[in-house]
């Protein structure tokens, strides 16, 4: 059984710092997403990571994929309040399904 | 982009009656369509798979007769939660995969569900 696992769960930083995320998971996979969620919103879609060593950045997001070590990190870049969000990531399964973790919800103070 | 919406946004009902929730593919035909429960501070936990013109494959742990999917069409599937109970209470998010490009699944907007 696939588990995926983020951590941390939670994280307060302040504005212009720097942090990552990470997401551990257990059985080989094709493919990981990461999505944003906002308070009572639906997830929105932020990465796609495809192979291995795959890096994407978008703003002050960047996220990698190292298949071999199954891991996959979130990088927050000079971070500011608009990314206060919660975070998931999701590894893809055998008919098409997603396993998500956890979750870790950012809060980025002024 | 491909859009899933889902109606409604927001129901609140009694105990013991049933609420049905739609989940539409505006701009593509998905084969598949998935459904979502998420419990406040919680991440999301798959609750089925919904294939066009088949049964639905439930996860383990859920209720195939207290949580009835129907995906009669390739733009429609919806999920009935029947005779709710305050338990039931939950956000429900539904994801569609594009027929033609299976790589990626897209959210519906939820359905905040709150059964009193």
């Known amino acids: 059984e696939l588990k995926v696992e983020q951590n941390p769960l939670f994280l307060s930083m302040q504005e212009g710092k720097n942090y990552t995320i990470y997401c551990n998971y257990s059985t080989t996979s094709d493919r990981l997403y990461w999505y944003r969620q906002d308070p009572g919103k639906s997830l929105e879609s932020l990465f796609v990571l495809l192979s291995n060593g795959a890096v994407k950045q978008e703003g002050r997001l960047m996220a990698s994929l190292d298949t071999k070590a199954r891991l996959s990190t979130l990088h927050i870049t000079a971070a500011v309040h608009d990314l206060s969000a919660t975070y998931f990531c999701?590894?893809?399964?055998?008919?098409?399904?997603?396993?998500f973790g956890g979750g870790t919800r950012l809060m980025v103070k002024p | 982009g491909a859009v899933v919406s889902q109606h409604p946004s927001r129901v609140i009902c009694k105990s013991g009656t049933s609420v049905k929730i739609e989940c539409r593919s505006l701009d593509f035909q998905a084969t598949t369509m998935f459904w979502y429960r998420q419990f406040p501070k919680q991440s999301l936990m798959l609750m089925a798979t919904?294939?066009?013109?088949?049964?639905?494959?439930?996860e383990q742990g859920v209720e195939k007769d207290k949580f009835l999917i129907n995906h009669a069409s390739l733009t429609l599937s919806t999920l009935t939660v029947t005779s709710a109970h305050p338990e039931d209470s939950s956000f429900y998010i539904c994801s569609a995969i594009e027929t033609i490009s299976p790589d990626t699944q897209y959210f519906g907007p939820g359905t905040r569900l709150t059964v009193l």
């Open positions: 919904s294939n066009e013109g088949s049964k639905a494959t439930y």
């Open positions: 999701a590894v893809h399964n055998a008919g098409n399904m997603l396993t």
